[in-house]
């Protein structure tokens, strides 16, 4: 019945909806023509809102933690810690203004999978990098497709859609104040991520994913064709290796797509190819023979790539590493001089330079010694090319820069509410001991015009930066904020934080009195003193301040446990109930 509904909302759409609008929310029209819109924009309301709270997104990864355990092969975390900085650092994209900065784990489930919730959470499997067999490129191409769903909220647009084919119970019990913590039942949420990923995202939107990985991972310094590599170790995985029938839901047939499906594994592994060869203007192909693989520069072949000792997708993969340098390199340079062709050191012909994404095609090039081929096919494709092909690369790498400098300009010029919420969500990273990511985040909250209040955000920074341990630096932002806004007490308890992480305890306190004397009844007030006092060893002055915290606050969670037993026993055994609960939970799903 589910699917019948699908394709009736895809012809719905596609009879009726221009492409723009189509490619805004395909399904806020279809949902409209069925009289579920209000369902859909309620849910898709929240679940935006629910994107845009720090809170949510380190609970998330929290629970994902807790209830999947955390990959204890050191090289599977440094490995996509390292793909993943440089993808978020080195990416050609842009936030929305509703959107967070992306954090990530590798979880240790063994399914061949990956995972971005709506607040730009990725997950990542241990199975997923085993199932990769760690190939930089192909991860980066996987989760650069995850970062595309994020960057893109398709999350939570899929999300609201399940919402409205009558699926919301799945969302019951999640609650996100901001104040008292977050309640979120991983167990649902998870759930949740499985069907609306597996099944309720359309094919035109993961091909979009598809090709906004391709452009972010290849401006991120990958290899163009880590995408297609991906797509064919991914189709042999599933054929060949996966035991659990369950792991992926594969079509009967290869032609075989619905609009609810994720598409084959082999069109998406051709389109990927398609990009690449596009990539460099045309001039890059790669055609399958047999078990094996041709690389083609302008129809001549260069190299011929066969299955390598018991790997039984490295024809395929050696091909298209080959390819996707040649393509690169293509694309980043208008003259066959720029490929820098010279002697090396055995004679051979050597090319290019040491980056990353040319790393393959040079190794193979001198592991066959086809350099001089290489060379010749080259030039003569410079020769022959037309200046329109050259024009067409730079439009379009003209293109997708303005369309991600609309994104940034919207996001810059935000109303007045969200430049706040980007000021809030900030504060709120620090409070997790995120500095890292406050500073990410204040530096947009910065840049929005329409922000309300320049020096608490650079209050803000400060404390980031002392939590980053550039207390100097730290020191200068919070000064800078109490000069500006001296009537502000959260100006007066950052650089109280800051002090006391600079070791001056002092001038700390001296701090919290002035913020006690603007608003006397500020719990986070009393909170920092009493933190201070019980890092002291004063514990009746840290009781005295914890109890007038908790009395303000009326929040249990912000009192130290050891304190909260002579505040409030009830709450204090409540709250190690539930801990034990959690982690009871947790060992059974483990289990």
């Known amino acids: 019945m589910k699917k019948f509904l699908i394709a009736i909302l895809a012809a719905v759409v596609m009879l009726t909806v221009p492409a723009q609008v189509l490619a805004a929310d395909a399904w806020a029209v279809a949902a409209e023509a069925l009289g579920v819109l209000a369902a859909y924009q309620s849910t898709l309301r929240e679940m935006l809102a629910l994107g845009n709270n720090v809170n949510a997104q380190m609970e998330v990864r929290k629970q994902d933690r807790e209830k999947n355990g955390v990959d204890k092969n050191k090289r599977d975390v440094e490995l996509v810690d390292s793909i993943m900085t440089r993808l978020v650092n080195g990416g050609q994209y842009e936030l929305r203004a509703n959107s967070l900065p992306f954090v990530w784990s590798v979880n240790d489930s063994d399914k061949f999978n990956a995972a971005c919730f709506p607040m730009n959470y990725i997950s990542v499997n241990r199975g997923l990098v085993r199932g990769l067999n760690s190939d930089e490129n192909q991860i980066a191409a996987v989760l650069a497709h995850e970062m595309t769903h994020g960057i893109e909220q398709h999350s939570a647009k899929s999300y609201a859609q399940a919402v409205a084919q009558q699926l919301g119970a799945m969302m019951v019990g999640m609650n996100v104040d901001g104040k008292n913590g977050v309640d979120i039942d991983w167990n649902k949420f998870a759930g949740m991520v499985d069907y609306s990923i597996a099944k309720n995202i359309s094919v035109p939107v993961e091909y979009a994913a598809d090709a906004g990985g391709f452009y972010l991972m290849t401006s991120a310094g990958f290899n163009p064709s880590g995408g297609a590599a991906a797509m064919n170790r991914l189709g042999y995985y599933v054929r060949y290796e996966t035991r659990d029938l369950l792991e992926f839901d594969a079509h009967d ?114 592991m066959y010694n086809i350099g001089e081929k290489v060379q010749a096919a080259v030039m003569m494709a410079y020769r022959n090319e037309t200046p329109a092909t050259r024009q067409k690369i730079r439009d379009d790498d003209e293109a997708r820069a303005k369309s991600w400098a609309k994104i940034k300009s919207d996001a810059d010029n935000a109303k007045a509410k969200a430049a706040t919420q980007m000021r809030v969500n900030a504060d709120v990273y620090n409070d997790h001991g995120q500095g890292e990511l406050a500073l990410k985040q204040i530096e947009r909250a910065l840049a929005a015009k329409n922000q309300d209040n320049v020096a608490e955000c650079l209050a803000i920074r400060g404390r980031a930066k002392a939590i980053c341990d550039d207390y100097d630096g730290a020191l200068a932002d919070v000064n800078a904020a109490v000069e500006q806004d001296p009537k502000n007490l959260y100006n007066f308890l950052n650089r109280a934080d800051v002090r006391h992480m600079r070791g001056e305890l002092a001038l700390a306190f001296e701090d919290i009195d002035r913020a006690l004397a603007i608003d006397e009844k500020n719990p986070i007030a009393y909170k920092l003193q009493g933190d201070i006092f019980d890092e002291q060893g004063k514990t009746d002055l840290a009781e005295a301040s914890y109890r007038k915290c908790y009395e303000l606050s009326k929040n249990p969670r912000l009192i130290p446990l050891s304190h909260l037993d002579k505040i409030d026993a009830k709450a204090a055994d409540k709250i190690r109930k539930d801990n034990e609960k959690a982690k009871e939970t947790s060992d059974n799903d483990k289990s």
């Not at 994720?262 to 060869?277: F, G, I, V, Y």
């Not at 490929?339 to 994404?357: I, K």
């Open 253 to 366: 047939k290869s032609s075989d797509e619905t609009f609810s499906d994720h598409p084959d594994t082999e069109n998406r592994e051709a389109k990927l190819l398609e990009m690449m060869t596009a990539y460099g203007g045309g001039h890059v192909k790669v055609e399958r023979d047999g078990r094996a693989y041709k690389v083609l520069v302008d129809g001549i072949e260069v190299f011929y790539s066969v299955n390598m000792g018991d790997n039984p997708t490295s024809a395929a993969v050696n091909a298209y590493y080959f390819a996707g340098g040649l393509s690169k390199a293509f694309h980043d340079y208008d003259t066959a001089e720029a490929w820098n062709f010279r002697r090396g050191a055995t004679n051979q012909t050597d090319f290019l330079t040491d980056d990353f994404a040319y790393r393959e095609v040079r190794a193979l090039s001198s």
